[in-house]
């Protein structure tokens, strides 16, 4: 069946470090590839999407590229903010199919 | 700003009450969702709506009845609650197709005395 697994978490940085959060899926065919962040209160934000291999999504200085070879969907970014601090979701679609999430992966950012 | 309106935000209830939660969009989405999401743990799938239509049913106890009363509104109606259904209820849209993002509102967050 169709499945994503994420980094376990809490994830801590400081401030301007280099995030990296691990995401990767088992799925037929092609699926499209999301992430999500859920600030501390709310709902689900699309984060960005991308909708086939070596598809590039960014959005807020966040990136993740596609790939289809390691069926990989890694979320990352250059230099966080102390306002990044979220709880992040991949998650996946496909044909006939419903949103699949992953566990999901806190990260807390220090000043 | 989300696009997605959710009421109430908050909303505390007996197990003999009834209540009703309710979603608005104006995206014009032909697909509208309930999810059930418990702390720290991502939302899981409850029912979904396609042209007004009921689609998808995730064998959800009967005390959960959703209602589209058109394309905008979504309805989730609450009777008979057991303590183990609080939890954040979060409704999304989405165009409808598998390959369009899913869009959330903040949801409303239940808790069941």
């Known amino acids: 069946g169709n499945s994503v697994t994420q980094m376990e978490g809490p994830v801590t940085l400081s401030e301007e470090a280099f995030l990296t959060i691990n995401c990767t899926y088992t799925a037929t065919g092609y699926p499209s590839l999301f992430w999500y962040v859920q600030y501390p209160g709310e709902g689900l934000q699309l984060l960005l999407k991308a909708t086939k291999a070596d598809d590039k999504g960014s959005n807020k200085g966040f990136e993740a590229t596609y790939r289809k070879e390691t069926t990989s969907f890694h979320l990352e970014k250059g230099s966080v903010q102390v306002s990044d601090s979220a709880v992040y979701f991949c998650a996946l679609n496909r044909w006939g199919g419903k949103l699949i999430f992953g566990q999901g992966t806190e990260l807390s950012v220090k000043p | 700003d989300t696009e997605v309106t959710q009421t109430p935000k908050h909303l505390v209830m007996g197990m003999t009450n009834k209540k009703s939660l309710k979603c608005e969009q104006h995206m014009g989405h032909r697909a509208m969702y309930w999810y059930k999401q418990k702390a720290k743990k991502p939302p899981e799938l409850m029912f979904v709506?396609?042209?007004?239509?009921?689609?998808i049913n995730e064998s959800v106890p009967s005390r959960f009845s959703p209602e589209c009363p058109n394309s905008s509104l979504l309805n989730l109606h609450l009777h008979a609650l057991q303590p183990e259904d609080s939890a954040l209820y979060l409704c999304?849209?989405?165009?409808?197709?598998?390959?369009?993002?899913?869009?959330f509102g903040d949801g409303t967050r239940l808790s069941i005395l």
């Open positions: 709506y396609s042209y007004e239509k009921l689609s």
């Open positions: 999304a849209s989405s165009q409808g197709r598998w390959d369009q993002p899913q869009h």
